[in-house]
Every structure is written in C-alpha cells, then in structure tokens.
C-alpha cells in the first residue's frame, strides 16, 4: 500500500471496557496521516464483543464480518466484562475473539516484549535481567485445546465431566514453525520452541515436525524446552530468548508472563497474521475495573496501530514513526500509573498520555 495506490481499508472494533478509550489517539493518527497526503487510508467501525451482543443479540455479527472482507486490515481494541459472564457460552464476548481470528485465518499470534530503555525501573525484575529485553512469542492461534473436538460438558451416572480436546496436525505445526523460523532470520537467529513432549502425545509430534522444519533454515539455532522451564527461565533469565514459538495454549500463558517482563501489559501489541487479512490488538483486554475512569495505558494499543502499518500495509516509515512518538514522550518522563515506576515522572490519565504522543505524531508528519 502507498499513496498512490488502492488506499489502505482498515476496519475498527473498539470493543468493550477501556476499549473505546484507548481507540481515541488512534483515529487522531489517521486522521493526521490521511490530511497529510502520506497515505491513501480508509477506515469504518464495528460492534465486537459485548457491545455487539447489546445492539445484535450476538457477539460477532454478520454485519462485522461483511466489513471484514472489505479490510487489508483489522484493529481491535478489547472484548468481555463481567456483566457478560452469566450469558450462554456461545453468547459470550469471548467467543467474537476466537471467531474474527478463525474466520481471518490468522493462525500466528505475534506478541513481543521488548522493552523500553526509560521503562526499566518499572519492572517488577532487577534491571540487569530485563534490560535490553528483546524477544518474540509466536503462539498458534487457530488449533490446540481452544478448538479441538470433542469439548462440552456431559453427565454421566450423575456425574458431570468437563472435556476439551489438545490435537494439532502435523500441517499445523509446520506452518507456524516457519513463522517463527522466518522472523529468528531477521532477528538474532534463535527458535525455541515450546512442548510438554514428556506427557502430552501432541507435543511430541510438535517437537519432530518443528524439527524437521528447521532443516530449511540451517542458519537458525533451534532448542526445544518444556513449558514448566520454559515458565521459569522467562523470568530467571529471559535474555536468552529470541524467538519463542509455542501451542495456543501454553503461547497464551507465556506471552503474558513475558508481557509482564516489561513492566506492564499496557505497553505491548500483538499481530495475528497468516490469512489475507491481519488482526492487531493490544494483549491488555478489556480491563472493565477502571473503564472510564482516565486511567488505562493507551500505549499498547498505540503500538498496534504501528504494527498494522508494518506488517499489513508494507509502510515501515509510519509504523517507525508512531513508534518514535511513543519513544519521544516517555523519554520526557510522561507516564500512566500502571508504568510509572521510580524516579521523577509525571504520571498522567489515558487522555492526556494519547494527546502527548499524538502531538508527536502529528510533529513528525509535518517534517
């Protein structure tokens, strides 16, 4: 995508819970990038979640998902909130989530933790183990224990037994072993993938077809690890890491332990790729506890705005410079009280943090 050509159709889902607040810096960025004639961009908004299930009766309606097909690219901003958790199962925000990425066919969930330099002293870790942090989770999105059948709840002799199903096959397997491979190849040349090969029959065929992969890409190291130790040395000595590939499941647990690494899950976006049509959001959720009340980080979502501009638009420039922006206001000690860490800050609420970096933003478009 350039400025010349088919303009950029993005498609917004604000969502649930802090969702809808922390979308306000982005719509800012777009509306400077579309004004400044640097990208031709297009954008509309749609129910997910909660929210969509009070305006639809369903979670991921049909009309969100006719605006999908028109999308190069999906920004999302957060589902769920206890109010829904006593609606049927299928009814539940959560399930609009794990839909819009199975209809996408974003099977690789990209979640780094790379910290920022001024926001060492934010860690719960000492500084010399998480500074310079740099590493990748690629966790598989669309298979595993989330999908696999048989799953419910029966009865049987008065007994109810819970069942859910871990199955991944070998096509699978192998083509998320070749995300992270491509990625280790621009990064630090490193793949660890990620098992319970001890116990669980589906991780040792993950571990075979991984390895069996990793012949195309000599150039690359490969470890395998168990997911206990894999747990452990995250946050014993994470600078070990360059790219962490992993199952739906245990890449749902260790991208949010590494998430904490950084000193806040506010900080960090994702990118679910591998369809024609990539998703980006912030990992934060829908954190209902403190919607409205000026307090959520609106970094993450932000630096997903980055992402889409990266890996689904082919525009390294912008994502660069939102990045830049970001870089620019915590260097001037602006933090969100979730990131505020030790020192002489200034801690500020959502809005102010989001009107900071887009006025870095919207100052380096006019250079």
Do not use: C
């Not at 966790?139 to 059948?149: D, H, S, V």
């Not at 992270?180 to 090969?197: G, I, N, Q, Y």
């Amino acid at each position: 995508m350039n400025d010349k050509g088919q303009p950029g159709r993005i498609l917004l889902l604000p969502g649930d819970g802090i969702g809808p607040e922390v979308f306000v810096p982005v719509l800012g960025m777009l509306e400077t990038i579309r004004k400044s004639g640097k990208a031709n961009l297009e954008w509309e908004e749609a129910y997910i979640g909660g929210v969509a299930t009070d305006k639809t009766g369903v979670p991921l309606p049909p009309e969100t998902l006719q605006k999908v097909d028109r999308a190069n690219a999906v920004l999302l901003g957060a589902v769920g909130g206890p109010r829904y958790d006593t609606l049927p199962y299928e009814l539940r925000p959560e399930r609009a989530l794990l839909g819009i990425r199975e209809y996408l066919g974003a099977f690789a969930n990209l979640r780094p933790a790379r910290i920022f330099p001024e926001l060492v002293g934010a860690s719960t870790l000492k500084p010399e183990v998480i500074s310079d942090l740099d590493l990748m989770v690629v966790r598989e999105l669309t298979g595993g224990i989330y999908f696999g059948k048989p799953r419910g709840i029966v009865t049987e002799g008065g007994v109810r037994r819970g069942i859910n199903t871990e199955t991944y096959s070998e096509p699978e397997i192998a083509r998320i072993a070749r995300v992270a491979f491509e990625l280790a190849r621009k990064r630090r040349k490193k793949v660890t993938s990620v098992d319970k090969a001890n116990v669980l029959e589906s991780s040792v065929l993950w571990r075979e077809v991984v390895g069996l992969v990793h012949k195309d890409y000599p150039e690359v190291a490969l470890e395998h690890m168990y997911v206990d130790n894999a747990a452990m040395q995250l946050v014993r000595n994470p600078k070990q890491f360059d790219v962490i590939v992993t199952g739906n499941l245990f890449g749902d647990i260790l991208s949010d332990e590494a998430a904490q690494l950084t000193g806040s899950i506010g900080m960090l976006a994702s990118a679910s790729i591998g369809g024609k049509t990539g998703l980006y959001e912030p990992i934060h959720g829908s954190a209902p506890d403190i919607a409205g009340k000026d307090l959520a980080n609106p970094l993450a979502m932000i630096l997903s705005l980055a992402f889409l501009f990266r890996y689904s638009l082919d525009r390294e420039d912008l994502a660069g410079q939102i990045e830049g922006a970001v870089r620019a206001v915590l260097s001037q000690g602006i933090r969100t009280s979730d990131i505020q860490g030790e020192g002489s800050v200034k801690v500020v609420g959502t809005r102010e943090m989001g009107d900071r970096v887009l006025r870095e933003f919207s100052n380096a478009q006019g250079r």
